[in-house]
């Protein structure tokens, strides 16, 4: 027991794999989402219909863009690809981890919020107030969330505000059920109920008291929900209710380029494999903290 | 069994419905505002408008309103969709055994695949082939039923043309089969030819649906297994001398199965939840892609029936898995508690 606690949590956080791989797929995101204008080589909204579909440097189809370079020495070149308007797909790929890295973080964050507190009071109070809440969560369960998701959207509008509110309106139940829980749990136990006996107030006890005690369980639901965040977001894309075409998506790319898949796979590959890397990164990331923060898990 | 409980448990689905009811009508008529300036034609006079409102009871209170609209909820009387001038409760009835047939033949696509996994994994444990199974299990529960619709459409859209990505049955054969529970009717029938067309056109969006819930279940039922294993009955059977093969499957695997077939089924619903999309993704012609249709082309009257029938499917799935851990589990059946 002494030993273990010798090791500190930042030293077996950093020996975990998932952690390292998940946390450096995520700390790539980052970067590309602060830094989306520099990185990106192009603007992605830029067309250039006399260079539509090239294929990707790698993809074996570079002669066009070759015999492109040969005409014109000054175009810009596609390292992976352009779209059917002659987009540089880079730069849209680049512009896409900044949607979807605003959307994960702000939905996520503010489904946690709700969730959390409403988990927290329901756990905490029990009785009438957990009953109500409880049967909202139930209510709320019955739904596809994916279907609710469209239909709120479709209902309320479509821009960046919007799809994060629906994806926050749908989510929080997530957060809410696993914080009821454990704060069941936690009230139950001595320190809760000597803090009750101190006098301290309800909020008090809540904020200071057990939600600290619930927060290793909440970062790992945080960096879940994001990855849950980003699909949801290209789901809602691809069916052409996402954020107004201004800005880029890997969603919008993907509905895009589906229309295109026998013609130039690259532009339906490539975002997919951007939100496959993310899901996988963020997961990872999720599983490997809870596993090194969570007691129970450890033991 | 335990006939109060269940009571119990069929009368907390009430409020829930209500619950349901009243979320889809809030959803439907006050988010957006005025609906009758959605249907009205151009060109309408103000009496036109009127009338309409009188027609759709919008001219009264909003709690009469969700009093009239509960009551023709309640019979069915969703009115005529906007989109497709038919009758909205024909469209689901003709839609939603399409989603039925693809949701369960995933969801036995799912069990038999985390099935295997989750005995073989739990069988090898400790040897590469378990270590391998398990990440792999971790890998693909990490990718969501979209991404997986999304991979096979490349692969077998375009890198490796095998399978059928659109459409529910060969078009040549879609005269023959009909509607409704097609793959049911000509399993009973004999109509092999319908019946593998069917299934082959169901391969790609059903295994998409299913890959995330098999690694789920695979993942359950290894843990439930080992700690089976790990129990004195099983030590005793290995005693006994049962052989390893019978031990893993006619000792441990019965009482490993409680959890994991709790799990698959919860694990369904939202397995039917993905068939919203996936079935846009395959143009498959069940209830999903009547939704996305139907929110597509605003269609208010379209869009409140599917979702309410999501919603009833949802509560019925989760009142029968209650209902069906109860009699796998002898410590809950019988007895008063």
């Not at chain 1, 994916?146 to 959207?153: G, K, R, S, T, Y």
């Not at chain 1, 069916?239 to 295109?260: F, K, N």
């Amino acid at each position: 027991m002494a030993e273990r606690q010798s090791v500190s949590t930042a030293e077996r956080l950093l020996r975990d794999p998932r952690v390292l791989i998940g946390g450096a797929i995520c700390a790539l995101l980052l970067i590309l989402a602060l830094f989306a204008g520099w990185i990106a080589p192009l603007d992605p909204e830029d067309q250039d219909l006399g260079a539509s579909f090239e294929a990707p440097l790698l993809w074996g189809g570079s002669d066009a863009a070759t015999a492109d370079a040969a005409i014109d020495p000054d175009a810009p070149r596609h390292w992976l690809g352009s779209d059917n308007l002659g987009r540089d797909v880079l730069s849209r790929l680049v512009h896409g981890a900044r949607t979807a890295v605003i959307v994960a973080t702000v939905s996520a964050l503010l489904a946690g919020v709700v969730g959390t507190l409403l988990g927290l009071l329901a756990g905490y109070f029990g009785g009438r107030v957990d009953a109500l809440i409880s049967r909202i969560v139930d209510v709320w369960m019955s739904f596809p969330p994916v279907l609710l998701a469209i239909v709120l959207v479709s209902l309320i509008g479509t821009g960046l505000t919007s799809v994060i509110a629906a994806i926050v309106i749908v989510d929080w139940t997530r957060f809410c059920r696993v914080v009821r829980a454990e704060a069941q749990a936690q009230t139950a136990l001595d320190y809760v109920t000597s803090a009750r006996m101190l006098g301290l107030p309800a909020r008090r006890i809540l904020l200071s008291e057990i939600l600290p005690n619930v927060a290793p369980l909440l970062i790992t639901l945080v960096t879940l929900e994001m990855g849950i965040a980003i699909v949801v977001e290209a789901m809602l894309s691809f069916v052409g209710l996402s954020v107004a075409s201004g800005a880029t998506t890997w969603g919008g790319m993907i509905g895009e380029g589906r229309l295109y898949i026998n013609q130039a796979p690259w532009l339906m590959l490539l975002p997919m494999l951007a939100m496959i890397v993310s899901v996988l990164g963020l997961n990872a990331l999720g599983d490997g903290l809870r596993r090194q923060l969570d007691p129970v898990v450890r033991r | 069994m335990n006939a109060r409980y269940f009571l119990r448990r069929l009368l907390l689905a009430v409020p829930t419905l209500f619950g349901v009811a009243l979320v889809v009508f809030v959803l439907i008529r006050v988010v957006p505002g005025d609906p009758v300036a959605m249907m009205i034609p151009p060109g309408a006079t103000p009496e036109d408008i009127a009338r309409l409102r009188a027609f759709y009871g919008l001219d009264k209170s909003i709690p009469m309103q969700f009093w009239l609209w509960l009551q023709a909820a309640l019979t069915g009387e969703f009115g005529t969709s906007i989109t497709y001038k038919q009758d909205v409760m024909d469209l689901i009835a003709e839609r939603l055994p399409v989603t039925l047939e693809l949701g369960i033949v995933a969801m036995l696509v799912a069990c038999l695949l985390g099935g295997a996994a989750g005995i073989v994994s739990a069988a090898r444990q400790g040897r590469w082939l378990s270590t391998l199974i398990d990440n792999l299990a971790a890998v693909v529960q990490a990718i969501p039923d979209f991404l997986w619709g999304l991979i096979f459409i490349l692969l077998f859209g375009v890198a490796l043309p095998w399978l059928p990505i659109s459409g529910r049955i060969d078009t040549a054969l879609s005269e023959q089969a009909g509607g409704g529970f097609v793959l049911l009717s000509s399993l009973l029938h004999g109509r092999w030819q319908i019946v593998g067309s069917d299934l082959l056109y169901m391969i790609a969006p059903a295994l998409a649906l299913a890959l995330p819930v098999a690694a789920m279940i695979a993942r359950v039922l290894k843990a439930s297994m080992q700690e089976a294993l790990a129990s004195d009955y099983v030590r005793l059977a290995r005693l006994k001398g049962l052989s390893g093969v019978r031990v893993l499957l006619s000792e441990a695997l019965p009482n490993a199965l409680i959890p994991a077939v709790s799990l698959s089924a919860v694990q369904f619903a939202f397995l039917l939840g993905g068939t919203v999309l996936v079935e846009k993704l395959f143009s498959y012609p069940g209830l999903g892609n009547l939704a996305i249709s139907a929110v597509v082309g605003r269609d208010l009257p379209l869009i409140q029936a599917v979702v309410l029938t999501f919603a009833v499917l949802f509560i019925a799935i989760n009142l029968a898995v209650d209902v069906l851990v109860l009699l796998l589990n002898p410590r809950l059946r019988g007895g008063s508690h």
